[in-house]
């Protein structure tokens, strides 16, 4: 044994029992906060062993790490400097990905959370698509959220010299990158995924509404770039010409459509659904500072999945918030102030870090490279994968970029007795957001001046930047010192959705205002226990006990003013408290809309990259007002805008007594004796590394019947993998006995016959899906049908292995927003679970498991 090795200091290991116990009351007692940090960011192995028992100890490992990068610089900081801004989440907070990943040792993945794709020369050969397809995964295993458009794809029906002869159009590929994501596993989390396309793209429309036939590409958030001649169009009430190759002066292929046609389909779908978001892309473009490099590499193409990022292909970048409540002096009170001294010290320092945090992602660069050198693959398998990270770190240490944003927006301004949403509400925080952008870019000037420029800085190119020109104007010295001493990185802010940062922060979230300040959760009891209060009883008999649970800080204005929140409080004195509250008609669901456009076009201002906000509607809003706060958010300066109509997509506002209206007429809507021929969906899975297929007949999109078995081998089905759509035909044998056929249409219109399902799959099998497609055909709740096949206790692992093909498949119709009963959320523990997208995802922390 070596000198080193004998030396070498043991980690102390602790089990779940103890970290939870000792981050509980890190927390004060919030058991929601402890889970998160300790699933998603406290230091584990891959044999699930914690290596920190508290945030306290991930903290000094962060803080090691930047001291050790700044001691490569002029006037470093110390190790203690770092830990005091970052200790208890109070001032500068990393987020995602360099929470987890900084000074870890047992995982080899990136430190950026946020990255785009593409081809150079828009290249849409099925070698290109398919090499993006693997890009995206080969990110997604290494932590990283994932962009890309889809705009250089040829349109459907397009020429091809293969043996389709026609193309199939972007949706095929979309369901593809989306299924891709859904079947990468990033340590209980999801993989994300932004799929975009230009408007000017022939086959945005069938891009529109890719997504509203359930259960298709529910692993992609999607997003339309729209442009100002669009915008013009429909403003105007006139036409617009899509074009392939988009925007091409002597395109191959072009339409002229109705403008306010689309746009209203758009809009539709987003009052419907959700989605798509629109991406305002003119406005992303003029304003973006690297697009003044466009013709070296830094073209911008698509967005992460949250939109805060739009990137060029292969850039990445990583995300730390500010804590704004943090800065409030005497919150809550009749003399609290923002302390803006400390705020401009704090925000050149987390400039500063995030700089040092490229550094680090570039070891983290070298270190999966390493890792892609000694796998035992053959060459010819690693290279895109290696090729992907070679060009990852070059944009890394050729533009540097970061991006610092903000969390705890609402709770500011709470704090400051300021109503969000209100005009002092705007003109206050974008007085905090140019304070902001200022003292960041003044701090990456000042980083220049000690370490360099960002390598092909050129101040000419960007002369005529608007957002540059706004800095100019400003803050005169700050440019004339950047034209001189140049800046160390091409771009600098951004401000991201903070789920689970605000959860440790203890704050609302982002840039949002507050979600509720008070509600109400439910927790499981034994109605024989003494010690318990039964409130509820549910339609299973199961007895649960209500309790409230009140937003950190409006707890905190609470103490404040002397109420005492341990108290049993009647719905109506919850009520009262509110209305005196600083969060009274300041929640997501209170603030003016248009208000809120408003303020996110003008805090867009000082924001070089892009915001992630989400403006929430009531349910019973018109189409015609989600269209008009799409206009607005345009004509303000917003770089994108997404809405959410409440119930729209997850569900989560429908009573009991709608779900039994819904689930009634689905059971009388279908007819007593099965149709000749049903319209059908193809469901491909993966089960246990095998390749199985299902087929789903279905009645006005509900499931009807199912057929499923192995798909690639020598017994089992094979038909193309771009076949999603078909019908299943009732038929008859020679004998007269009856048997099930799939046709399909194939690309060149000519239909293809697969006769008798149920002679293709094992007999087993078929035996069981007649008893599933009964259970179907007389109307039984869907989510029930998969608890039934779940609960299945089978002998033969290969009727197993069908069973979770079956179940996998139907969860994909199950409604969202769906409460899923007798589960248990393996992160938070709750059993607060719904459906989503065929998920089951956690209504208290989010975290959601597929398959």
Request: glycine share 6%; aromatic share 8%.
């Amino acid at each position: 044994m070596s000198t080193q090795s004998k030396t070498t200091e043991i980690p102390k290991k602790y089990t779940q029992e103890e970290a939870f116990e000792a981050s509980v009351k890190y927390f004060k007692g919030d058991e929601l906060a402890a889970r998160v940090w300790i699933n998603k960011y406290a230091l584990k192995d891959s044999q699930g062993h914690i290596y920190e028992l508290t945030p306290n100890d991930m903290h000094v490992r962060i803080a090691k790490e930047i001291a050790r990068v700044e001691a490569r610089y002029p006037n470093p900081l110390s190790e203690q400097d770092v830990f005091d801004l970052i200790k208890d989440f109070k001032y500068i907070v990393p987020q995602g990905s360099p929470m987890a990943g900084i000074g870890n040792p047992y995982q080899t993945a990136s430190l950026s959370n946020c990255f785009v794709i593409g081809n150079e020369g828009d290249s849409d050969s099925y070698g290109g698509i398919m090499k993006i397809d693997q890009e995206q995964v080969q990110l997604m295993k290494r932590r990283g959220g994932v962009g890309h458009d889809l705009s250089h794809i040829r349109p459907k029906g397009s020429p091809v010299k293969n043996s389709a002869l026609t193309s199939t159009g972007i949706v095929p590929f979309m369901e593809r990158y989306s299924n891709s994501t859904r079947e990468v596993a990033q340590d209980g989390r999801r993989g994300a995924l932004m799929l975009s396309v230009s408007i000017n793209h022939p086959d945005s429309e069938d891009f529109i509404d890719a997504k509203l036939e359930q259960g298709k590409v529910t692993g992609a958030n999607v997003s339309v770039r729209i442009d100002d001649a669009f915008m013009k169009a429909v403003k105007n009430n006139g036409e617009y010409t899509q074009k392939y190759p988009i925007f091409s002066a002597s395109p191959k292929f072009s339409k002229t459509i109705d403008a306010n046609g689309i746009w209203k389909k758009i809009v539709h779908n987003a009052w419907k659904s959700a989605e798509p978001g629109i991406l305002f892309w003119d406005t992303i473009i003029n304003e973006s500072v690297p697009d003044c490099y466009a013709d070296l590499g830094y073209k911008t193409v698509s967005t992460n999945p949250c939109g805060e990022i739009p990137l060029c292909p292969y850039d990445s970048c990583r995300l730390l918030a500010i804590n704004l409540l943090s800065y409030v002096d005497n919150p809550f009170t009749k003399q609290a102030s923002f302390d803006f001294e400390l705020f401009k010290k704090h925000v050149v320092v987390a400039q500063r870090i995030m700089d040092d945090i490229i550094d680090l992602e570039l070891e983290k660069i070298d270190a999966i490279l390493e890792k892609i050198e000694a796998d035992p693959e053959h060459a010819d398998i690693k290279e895109t994968e290696r090729n992907l990270w070679i060009n990852i770190q070059k944009k890394a240490q050729e533009g540097r970029r970061t991006g610092i944003g903000i969390t705890a927006e609402g709770d500011m301004l709470a704090a400051l007795g300021i109503q969000y949403g209100s005009e002092a509400g705007n003109d206050f925080s974008v007085e905090v957001h140019k304070t902001l952008g200022i003292e960041a870019y003044r701090a990456s000037v000042m980083a220049a001046k000690e370490r360099g420029a960002f390598a092909i800085f050129d101040a000419e190119r960007e002369k005529n930047n608007p957002f540059i020109l706004r800095l100019k104007e400003a803050d005169e010295k700050l440019y004339f010192d950047m034209l001189e001493h140049g800046r160390r990185n091409i771009a600098l802010l951004t401000i991201a959705p903070t789920g689970t940062t605000s959860l440790m922060t203890q704050t609302s979230s982002g840039i949002e205002p507050v979600f509720m300040p008070v509600y109400k959760r439910r927790r499981k009891v034994n109605p024989n226990d003494k010690h318990v209060r039964v409130d509820f009883v549910d339609e299973v008999g199961d007895s649960w006990e209500e309790y409230v649970v009140f937003h950190h800080r409006f707890k905190q204005w609470m103490e404040v003013n002397g109420i005492d929140s341990s108290q049993n409080f009647s719905q109506q004195e919850l009520d009262d408290l509110i209305k005196k509250s600083p969060y009274y008609k300041a929640t997501s669901n209170d603030v003016d809309w248009l208000s809120k456009v408003t303020m996110q076009g003008a805090v867009q201002k000082w924001v070089d990259h892009s915001i992630s906000v989400t403006i929430n509607l009531p349910n019973d809003v018109s189409e015609e007002l989600v269209g008009d706060l799409y206009m607005k958010a345009w004509e303000v300066g917003c770089k994108g805008v997404t809405v959410y109509r409440d119930g729209s997509r997850s569900g989560v506002l429908i009573s009991n007594d709608e779900k039994k209206k819904e689930d009634t007429e689905t059971l009388t809507n279908f007819p007593v004796k099965r149709p000749e021929v049903l319209e059908a969906d193809v469901v491909r899975l993966q089960n246990k590394k095998e390749k199985w297929i299902a087929f789903i007949g279905l009645i006005d999109g509900n499931p009807y019947e199912i057929f499923t078995g192995l798909a690639d081998d020598e017994d089992g089905i094979l038909i193309p993998r771009w076949v999603e759509k078909g019908v299943i035909m009732k038929s008859r044998n020679t004998d007269g006995s009856s048997r099930y056929d799939f046709q399909y249409e194939n690309k060149r219109g000519y239909k293809t016959t697969i006769e008798g399902l149920s002679h293709k799959f094992n007999p087993e099998y078929w035996n069981y899906a007649k008893l599933i497609s009964s259970t179907l055909r007389h109307g039984m709740p869907i989510d029930n049908i998969v608890e039934l096949i779940n609960s299945l206790q089978l002998d033969s692992e290969s009727i197993n292995t069908w069973k979770n093909g079956v179940g996998r498949a139907l969860k994909r119709y199950v409604a969202d927003g769906t409460t899923a009963k007798g589960h248990t959320c393996s992160n938070c523990k709750s059993e607060n679970l719904i459906y989503q997208e065929g998920c089951l995802t956690c209504k208290d922390c989010g975290s959601s498991k597929c398959g």
